[in-house]
């Protein structure tokens, strides 16, 4: 089985853009967090979040991505489970989202992007001071930040059958417990 380390290399291999490496730390935790509360395995849910966008800089369109990355991982041991979770996180593969743990990369790509951007909004740019209201109220301008898929976020929720705002309070309770990994402890 592949360790964080080990994956960490991976993604440090493939990934140049910070800002990418901590959307991936931000996936990882929630995974985590989920993993704990729904009694599934910590450390393969996190690897799922951790892995999840290794690939994007060089396969950057959804012709590429993830599928293209996929036999990468395969290749350097990556266990099967993490790799089906990934190619399940892109509605564009086909690959259905059939585990909790699938259900809940999917899940928790997309919101830690609204969130992120939510904190670095904040005048003091830290994501303590993010509150489940900040992120309804930012949620409901559609000019803020504008490449986040609210209706993928919402469909997400759904299907991983947990409500929008209380998924988005404990995504946001588990980057919070990264908050310096992330850039996001503040000024």
């Known amino acids: 089985m592949t360790s964080r ?23 990882e935790s929630a995974m985590r967090s989920y993993a704990a509360h729904l ?12 892995l999840h966008d290794f690939d994007w800089e060089i396969h950057p369109s959804l012709e590429q991505h993830p ?7 395969s290749a ?9 979770a990934i190619l399940s996180h892109a509605n564009h593969t086909g690959v259905p989202r059939e585990t909790s743990m ?11 992007g609204l969130i992120t951007a ?13 509150k489940v209201k900040s992120i309804k109220k930012k949620w ?12 993928e976020m919402e469909e997400a929720a759904s299907e991983f059958g947990v409500e929008l705002w209380k998924h ?3 995504v946001l309770v588990a980057m919070q417990s990264i908050a310096p990994a992330l850039g996001l402890e503040g000024i």
């Open 5 to 27: 380390e080990e994956a960490l290399a991976i993604v440090r291999e493939h990934v140049k853009n910070e800002s990418l490496v901590r959307h991936m730390l931000a996936v």
């Open 39 to 50: 009694k599934g395995d910590e450390e393969l849910w996190g690897l799922a979040g951790l």
């Open 67 to 73: 599928q293209d990355g996929a036999p990468i991982l």
């Open 76 to 84: 350097r041991g990556v266990p099967e489970e993490i790799v089906r």
């Open 102 to 112: 699938q259900k809940a990369l999917y899940a928790c790509d997309e919101i830690t």
């Open 118 to 130: 939510v904190a670095l909004v904040r005048p003091s740019k830290s994501i303590h001071d993010v």
């Open 140 to 151: 409901k301008d559609k000019s803020f930040a504008a490449g986040t898929r609210r209706d």
């Open 168 to 170: 988005a309070e404990n």
